[in-house]
């Protein structure tokens, strides 16, 4: 028990680090820090009218893309550290898949 709440906790810092990370980032280059469109594109309703197989080879798509860019980027980003390295992994996917289901 005590495992998976440290892995919690640490899954919860690593969302944090990189929503961190994103307004730092938008503040130093001086755009605004957390948009309307970035919350649809994380958090927002996904508008799904696509028929069951379809939706089924949509994410099977997904899926492989994302497998394909952990594989790809992970002995490079694994170099950064496991908190960098999980948020961008985790961005990535969420993006990946939002594109995919359109």
């Not at 594109?41 to 089924?56: A, E, I, M």
């Not at 899926?63 to 594989?71: E, M």
């Not at 993006?95 to 289901?101: D, E, F, R, S, W």
Request: charged share 15%; net charge positive; aromatic share 10%.
């Amino acid at each position: 028990m005590g495992f998976m709440l440290w892995e919690g906790v640490t899954l919860l810092f690593v969302i944090l680090g990189g929503l961190v990370v994103l307004t730092v980032r938008r503040k130093t280059s001086g755009r605004p820090l957390f948009t309307d469109q970035d919350w649809h594109t994380y958090f927002g309703d996904l508008p799904l009218q696509v028929s069951k197989p379809r939706l089924v080879l949509q994410i099977s798509g997904a899926a492989f893309i994302c497998s394909l860019v952990v594989i790809i980027t992970g002995p490079v980003l694994a170099r950064i550290g496991p908190g960098l390295y999980s948020v961008t992994i985790i961005f990535a996917c969420l993006g990946i898949v939002k594109l995919t289901l359109r």
